[in-house]
């Protein structure tokens, strides 16, 4: 965000008052299908830390519905340094920008908010179309389908109210609960989020007893939105989150699904848990002062 006139590194995580973790909510809300932002190939662009959560989701939906020629991917440093997420070595290939702030500055001259990612680009009408996740996510779903003949839903009417539910208890117990327990600075804060966070991990385990999938018989979007939280936890959230009850790979349910979803392509080639490693340990310098980066855990996810 822009603070005395400068842009600053800002992941986000800040607490209130009380110690507890609040997210800044993001400012970009178009949607392609719309009359301004029609579904053309090779026109929107979108920009990703491979370590975010919130946008490996975007990832795995581009993948799955077939998006790769359509939309081309720019990714940014895991580390985020003082003026926030940088492209290096080489620079952001539209314009030759070296931070992403500068993107989010010609979109909107005024802009002093956040600089987040994922973050959906028209390089056409030169402005940000979206940076949220799940709105995003849900345009992959659909707005291409004409061009690219894909017209697997993973939004699927008659699941879309389960689909709903599981999405809402997920983010704010297990996508976000983790962020609650991290970045809490009240004793009382960390212990309401841990406790809230693996009450919902013992759900979704019991959930998940002989079935493979959260809703229905099939993958869906809340499957998508739930693997970046699980397949980040045993190498981040345990030790850097304080999440330390248990592991997923303690959760053989959890565990399971988290080794199946891993074998699509979509979910594994999407993932890469150096640079998880690197963003985490060495960007939020809050919680690791020293910036030094583990050599484990060993995940066998195959």
């Not at 539209?94 to 993107?103: A, D, K, N, S, V």
């Not at 001259?109 to 009408?125: C, E, H, I, K």
Request: aromatic share 12%.
């Amino acid at each position: 965000m822009m603070i005395d006139g400068r842009w600053v590194a800002d992941d986000g995580a800040w607490a209130d008052s009380d110690g507890r973790f609040r997210r800044a909510e993001t400012a970009f809300h178009d949607r392609i299908g719309e009359v301004d932002f029609p579904a053309e190939a090779g026109r929107y662009h979108l920009y990703v830390c491979l370590a975010c959560p919130w946008a490996h989701r975007t990832l795995i939906m581009r993948r799955l519905k077939g998006l790769e020629e359509i939309i081309p991917v720019h990714v940014v440093h895991p580390h985020m340094r003082e003026h926030g997420w940088e492209f290096r070595p080489e620079p952001e290939p539209l314009y030759g920008f070296r931070h992403l702030h500068e993107l989010y500055a010609k979109a909107d001259a005024r802009y002093t908010g956040r600089v987040s990612v994922p973050m959906l680009w028209d390089s056409q009408a030169e402005t940000i179309v979206c940076n949220e996740s799940a709105e995003i996510i849900r345009m992959f779903n659909a707005a291409f389908d004409d061009i690219t003949g894909n017209r697997e839903d993973f939004y699927p009417a008659p699941l879309r109210d389960e689909i709903d539910e599981v999405n809402a208890f997920v983010y704010e117990h297990v996508n976000n609960g983790v962020y609650k327990c991290g970045f809490a600075t009240a004793q009382d804060a960390y212990e309401e989020a841990f406790d809230a966070l693996f009450a919902a991990l013992d759900a979704l385990e019991k959930r998940l007893e002989g079935r493979e999938y959260l809703v229905g018989d099939r993958l869906t979007e809340a499957d998508v939105r739930l693997f970046p939280t699980l397949v980040r936890f045993d190498a981040v959230y345990y030790a850097l989150f304080k999440c330390n009850r248990d592991r997923i790979c303690d959760m053989p349910n959890l565990w399971r699904y988290l080794k199946r979803l891993y074998a699509m392509p979509a979910f594994r080639d999407t993932t890469d848990l150096a640079q998880i490693k690197q963003h985490y340990y060495a960007s939020l310098t809050r919680l690791n002062p020293t910036g030094i980066v583990p050599k484990g855990p060993t995940m066998d996810l195959t």
